[in-house]
């Protein structure tokens, strides 16, 4: 995937166990598995209450997983909507923003 997450966070993520040698392949296997697996890792679960080892609770996991896949929804819709073949890599000190030379998207 990305050797800026990997660098920051560990491999797998410290906080959320993301494994960052996922191809591009895996990852959309993730994300579409996505309903299943949420499914098992919390079966049981307090949506409140802390995992074992002090992890995160289910609802902030859940809400770590949906920012996450927004924030690179919007960078696949830039990369979209400006014809580019890569996408921007994830920065969270720079904020998402189309180039400074792309045309204004059209009007409905």
């Not at 920065?91 to 180039?99: A, G, M, N, S």
């Amino acid at each position: 995937m990305e050797a800026f997450g990997a660098a920051l966070y560990g491999d797998p993520c410290r906080e959320c166990g993301f494994d960052w040698s996922l191809t591009p392949q895996d990852a959309v296997g993730w994300v579409t598995g996505w309903r299943q697996h949420l499914a098992q890792a919390t079966a049981g679960a307090d949506s409140t209450k802390r995992r074992p080892g002090g992890g995160w609770t289910v609802a902030e996991y859940v809400c770590h997983v949906g920012d996450n896949l927004r924030q690179w929804s919007e960078r696949l819709q830039i990369a979209l909507l400006t014809g580019r073949t890569e996408v921007a890599g994830y920065d969270p000190d720079t904020p998402l923003r189309p180039p400074e030379t792309t045309p204004p998207c059209p009007s409905p």
